[in-house]
Nanobody, 115 residues
Framework: QVQLVESGGGLVQPGGSLRLSCAAS????????IGWHRQAPGKQRELVAA???????NYADSVKGRFTISRDNGKKTVALQMNSLKPEDTAVYYC?????????WGQGTQVTVSS
C-alpha cells in the first residue's frame, strides 16, 4: 500500500505558475508508475503526467511544453511544475501511484486558473 498527500494548489491568473507536490508514504521501489491526474467539473479524470519505474515520462498533449513532472526518490516526492497556466487547466489534481494491479490516489488539490 501507499498513502499519497498532495499540496500546492490554489488560485492563479492565466499565464501564471504553480508547483504541486505529492508526498508518498513509502519508497518508490515497487511502484510501477507515479504521477498526476486531474478532473474538471463535469469531465472524466484524465492523465496529466506520469513517471514509470524505468524513468519514462508521459505527458498529456494538452500540457506538453508547459508542465514538468519530476521525482525525488530520497524524499519520496513527486512534483508537477505548471507554467503558462490556462483557464482550461482548472481542475482538482490528484496524485496517483500504480502498485501491482492497484491504483492509489491522494485526496486531491484544487487548481483554479482565473483572472
Amino acid at each position: 500500500q501507499v498513502q499519497l498527500v498532495e499540496s500546492g494548489g490554489g488560485l492563479v491568473q492565466p499565464g501564471g505558475s504553480l508547483r504541486l507536490s505529492c508526498a508518498a508514504s513509502r519508497v518508490f521501489f515497487g511502484i510501477n508508475a507515479i504521477g498526476w491526474h486531474r478532473q474538471a467539473p463535469g469531465k472524466q479524470r484524465e492523465l496529466v503526467a506520469a513517471i514509470t519505474s524505468s524513468g519514462s515520462i508521459n505527458y498529456a498533449d494538452s500540457v506538453k511544453g508547459r508542465f514538468t513532472i519530476s521525482r525525488d526518490n530520497g524524499k519520496k516526492t513527486v512534483a508537477l511544475q505548471m507554467n503558462s497556466l490556462k483557464p482550461e487547466d482548472t481542475a482538482v489534481y490528484y496524485c496517483n501511484a500504480n502498485v501491482g494491479w492497484t491504483d492509489y490516489w491522494g485526496q486531491g488539490t484544487q487548481v483554479t486558473v482565473s483572472s
